[in-house]
């Protein structure tokens, strides 16, 4: 846990999401099927940064070279395994420019502003890197409590 009481909303070394719905429903972006929505315009440029990087990742399926969405919802979903690979790439490109503009628009809090790191209305993460990787760490017991339970509903998901 970081040693500070208070983080600035500005701070590019956290990230800040609020629990809550996205307004689409999506099937491959994983950022739209968490329940974690940007609060901070930090935040949604380290989301995008994060959505290019498994984007611009490819990989070759069947006799299509495809990005990193579509090769992890393979793997993972078997509604989506049933589906023709072409059909899945273009579910993947709407959801993709879907939570583009989800992200552009939302409500966020005001950079000039600070957050006490224990409080439990945020959900806090202290980004650190870890090589070329981004590493998101929960901040607080609220935060790190909320993501423990998240990753067992996707396990849970899975079995």
Known sequence: MADEKIINLDDINYAVYR???????????????????????????????????IRNSKFDISDKTVNGFVAIALQLNSKLQEMDLDEVIELEEKEYKNILEELDN???LND???L????????IFKLEKDCHVTISIPA????????????????????
């Open 19 to 53: 629990i809550g719905e996205w307004k689409n429903h999506y099937e491959i972006n994983q950022i739209g099927l968490s329940n974690e929505v940007p609060a901070t315009k930090n935040t949604v440029m380290h989301v995008k940064f994060s959505m290019d990087e």
């Open 106 to 108: 939302l409500d966020l």
């Open 112 to 114: 000039e502003d600070s």
């Open 116 to 123: 006490p790191l224990d409080g439990e209305d945020y959900l």
């Open 140 to 159: 607080n017991d609220f935060t790190k409590n909320h993501f423990e339970n998240e990753v067992k509903k996707i396990e849970d998901a899975l079995d």
